[in-house]
T-cell receptor, first 114, second 115 residues
Framework: KQEVTQIPAALSVPEGENLVLNCSFT??????LQWFRQDPGKGLTSLLL?????REQTSGRLNASLDKSSGRSTLYIAASQPGDSATYLC?????????????FGEGTQLTVNP | KAGVTQTPRYLIKTRGQQVTLSCSPI?????VSWYQQTPGQGLQFLFE???????NKGNFPGRFSGRQFSNSRSEMNVSTLELGDSALYLC??????????????FGPGTRLTVT
């Protein structure tokens, strides 16, 4: 059974700092990994999708890397801003499983202080 | 292109009642998945529908059911509500077919409160 863990559970940083969020998964047989952002009481916004054959993806100030063999992914946020404050979730889709089922981590709650 | 929409956004029900939630996927998407989010359990997969057929099912009791229509819209039903069913219910859509990325797009959710 796939398990996804995110460390740290919460993070508070001053504005402008570069930061790294970590995600690990127990079964390396994944099809893809997706990073999401969730604002309080809202739905999830997709940030980056990394296919199992890829090493990293970038979008603006965000960069996500994937090391499938070691079961790890990191989300790097450059020059953080107060608007980045949210919960960040990673989720994996298993390889060899039909369908779109995702297994989620518990999330990292990020606070960026002005 | 319109995103995933869910109705209603908020719902208050009494224990023992039943409830139906609706999800309209992004145009062209054929897969709709449902998730339950609670503070204690996080995001838990309920089920997925693809081309009107249930393709995957999570570990939830039979009180939770769903269906998908020919236009890909999906409904989720919970019968005999319990206090523990209070949660944010999220649906996600994707193309869902072989050869696609399976990237998921989520709706805003329905906040269900059971009293």
């Amino acid at each position: 059974k796939q398990e996804v863990t995110q460390i740290p559970a919460a993070l508070s940083v001053p504005e402008g700092e570069n930061l790294v969020l970590n995600c690990s998964f127990t079964d390396s047989a994944i099809y893809n990994l997706q990073w999401f952002r969730q604002d309080p009481g809202k739905g999830l916004t997709s940030l980056l999708l990394i296919q199992s054959s890829q090493r990293e993806q970038t979008s603006g100030r965000l960069n996500a890397s994937l090391d499938k063999s070691s079961g790890r992914s990191t989300l790097y946020i450059a020059a953080s801003q107060p608007g980045d404050s949210a919960t960040y979730l990673c989720a994996v889709k298993g390889e060899g499983t039909s369908g779109s089922r995702l297994t989620f981590g518990e999330g990292t709650q990020l606070t960026v202080n002005p | 292109k319109a995103g995933v929409t869910q109705t209603p956004r908020y719902l208050i029900k009494t224990r023992g009642q039943q409830v139906t939630l609706s999800c309209s996927p992004i145009s062209g998407h054929r897969s709709v998945s449902w998730y339950q989010q609670t503070p204690g359990q996080g995001l838990q997969f309920l089920f997925e529908y693809f081309s009107e057929t249930q393709r995957n099912k999570g570990n939830f009791p039979g009180r939770f059911s769903g269906r998908q229509f020919s236009n890909s819209r999906s409904e989720m039903n919970v019968s005999t509500l319990e206090l523990g069913d209070s949660a944010l219910y999220l649906c996600a859509s994707s193309f869902g077919g072989t050869g696609f990325s399976y990237e998921q797009y989520f709706g805003p959710g329905t906040r269900l409160t059971v009293t």
